[in-house]
């Protein structure tokens, strides 16, 4: 699978965001920030948002996810657990 495009969207009333599309219940598209470079403002919560695509027919899985940020000179990464499949079907 490739990533199509990543954002962050703040969180309201501890809702998980999944689709980056708007509709009565996701954020508008100006609410998003692209994740490359985003500046965020401290205390407020965010989702990542991860837009994929398929490469192939075949099943695919990505475990987890690696974010780099920076706060004032100090640089820190983390890794998610969220498992993201693409599967033909659910099963």
């Keep these: 699978m490739d990533v199509l495009d ?8 501890d809702e998980f965001l999944l689709l980056p599309e708007a509709s009565a219940d996701v954020p508008p598209a ?13 205390g407020t919560t965010y989702n990542v948002v991860t837009k994929v695509t398929r490469t192939s027919d075949d099943d695919a899985a990505v475990t ?3 974010l780099a940020y920076r706060v004032g000179s100090r640089q820190y990464t983390t890794t998610s657990k969220l498992t993201y499949e693409l599967k033909d079907r659910c099963v």
């Design 6 to 13: 990543q954002y962050v969207v703040p969180v309201h009333d």
């Design 30 to 42: 100006e609410s998003r920030t692209p994740l490359q470079g985003a500046v965020l403002e401290a």
């Design 64 to 66: 987890s996810m690696t």
